[in-house]
């Protein structure tokens, strides 16, 4: 294998509204870790965010940051205590690097560590960047029957399994979703995956139904459409836009369980309602062991990820990606190369 350099080509912001190259030191390992040569990385809502507001919540862009946590590459090197023979493998990473010692970590539920690390939350840098690290089981090897695309939207693809996983979503359910863009697309096809029956998708935009109607799924218009006889078993909220969670609040039959994924800062909740109904309501949290699920889901062919992907970025056109608007639904981040020069190209679904 040729020697490492020892500096990578990054996207960083430094600002809000300000994105630039710049050389940075390539990642030094701890014993744990393997390298990744990055091939592709999908562009986030958070990214977006980031990028216009400078933070999220309690998290505060404070120093120059990369972007960038739905991440797929080859590893090119590894630490003192991983098997070398990884060196070569393509790999989807799981971008977060957890304690392992409190007591979320130990019980399980290592996405509620207090002390997590996550890429491109601050301070943490992120993917858009030629090169990262990442301990050595959060490293997934992935068949070559998967893209580096796919590879990398297995990130989405874990939320997407996290929600049926809260919603205890199972064989002959009616699962209604909440929004027709990647997540819910995603949520929607894994629904269908855990044996759903009936998968209804919302969403007020008349292509994104049409896209959604195009995987064979379900669809209303909210705006025009009742929803509260869909009498769903779990009801998925991918918008967090208040108007929808409280429709398919209506829409869930009772004893059902409402998962909020999307992020709205508060929503009207009737007590009464969800007591004399027995509703369960829940929120998920990024995932944990979702991995090898997303694996699975994609070499069966049961969920289908490529057909998302509207546009292609280098390096250099990081700030294009998070700027894009029209028809962008999922943009991918190519930092092995300076620009992508051809024409933005849709993967029609089949």
């Not at 919540?57 to 946590?69: D, M, Q, R, S, T």
């Not at 990884?86 to 290592?110: K, L, M």
């Not at 929503?267 to 969800?274: D, H, K, R």
Request: hydrophobic share 40%.
């Amino acid at each position: 294998m040729d020697q490492l350099p020892s500096t990578m080509t990054a996207s960083v912001l430094r600002a809000v509204g300000e994105v630039a190259l710049e050389e940075r030191p390539v990642p030094t390992l701890e014993p744990d870790e393997v390298l990744v040569q990055v091939a592709s990385v999908g562009v986030c809502g958070s990214d977006v965010h980031y990028y216009q507001h400078g933070r999220i919540g309690k998290y505060v862009v404070e120093a120059p940051l990369i972007l960038g946590h739905e991440v797929s590459g080859r590893i090119v090197a590894v630490g003192s205590d991983v098997d070398p023979a990884r060196v070569g493998q393509r790999v989807a990473i799981e971008p977060q690097r957890p304690c392992r010692t409190c007591e979320f970590c130990r019980a399980g539920d290592y996405n509620l560590c207090p002390d997590m690390e996550f890429y491109a939350t601050p301070p943490i840098d992120g993917a858009f960047a030629e090169y990262a690290k990442i301990q050595d089981d959060f490293a997934y090897e992935v068949p070559d029957s998967i893209s580096d695309d796919a590879a990398a939207l297995m990130e989405p693809l874990s939320v997407g399994i996290a929600a049926a996983q809260k919603g205890g979503v199972k064989v002959g359910d009616t699962v209604f979703v909440a929004g027709g863009g990647p997540i819910g697309l995603i949520a929607a096809q894994v629904a269908r995956a855990f044996g759903a029956s009936r998968v209804v998708v919302s969403d007020i935009d008349a292509g994104r139904r049409d896209l959604v109607a195009s995987y064979g799924f379900e669809v209303v218009d909210p705006s025009t459409e009742p929803t509260d006889d869909i009498d769903a078993h779990v009801f998925i909220d991918a918008t967090g836009a208040v108007p929808a969670i409280t429709g398919g609040v209506r829409a869930t039959r009772s004893g059902g369980t409402v998962v909020l994924v999307g992020s709205a800062d508060e929503f009207p909740l009737s007590v009464a309602e969800v007591a004399m109904r027995e509703l369960n309501v829940t929120g998920t949290f990024r995932y944990t062991n979702t991995w090898p699920i997303a694996r699975d889901l994609l070499s069966r062919g049961l969920v289908e990820l490529d057909s998302l992907v509207t546009h292609r970025y280098g390096i250099e056109q990081v700030e294009e990606a998070l700027t894009a608007t029209g028809d962008a639904l999922k943009r991918i981040v190519h930092p092995g190369v300076k620009r992508v020069e051809v024409p933005d190209v849709r993967s029609s679904h089949e």
